[in-house]
């Protein structure tokens, strides 16, 4: 073989190892990817089937089960409500009424079953999409509401 051959065929045999260690390193992050949905995306068939993401909102009140290990409640964004299960001991700040992120799957039958259950770690703790999802709910329900008044202020008349 020539030197030129040599050469090329190093320059060749490190751009393949390159690609593969690229391939890699996208694959595995691809695998540890996880998105985060509010209970009114997951309503509207936003979030995926099958696969682990993040969701996030309050506890609804009322709706904490305790059977055993597992723990059944209702997570909402004021809007939606998705029921979640968990299997396991959930952490200190988690009470209803709070802010909760889980992080799982969503099963067939519409029930959120978390892998994992996070809550909030001091008095303004929520995370930005849980906040913003929360306030987007609230401004639907004013403008519903305003819209409601002035629809009977009309029929008043």
Known sequence: MKPR?????????ALLALGVAAGLVL?????????????????????PQGRTFRIGGLVQAGTVVREGVTVRFT????????PVRYEGVLPDLFKEGKGVVAQGQLG??????????????????MPPEAADALQRADKMRNRMAATLAQGEAGAAK
């Open 5 to 13: 051959q040599k050469r090329a065929a190093i320059i060749g045999g």
């Open 27 to 47: 694959n595995a992050f691809n695998s540890n990817l996880v998105f985060f949905y509010t209970p009114s995306q997951i309503a509207s068939k936003e979030a």
């Open 75 to 82: 997570v909402t964004d004021t809007a939606k409500t998705v």
């Open 108 to 125: 067939t039958d519409g029930v959120f079953t978390a892998r994992e259950v996070l809550a909030k770690h001091d008095e303004n703790y």
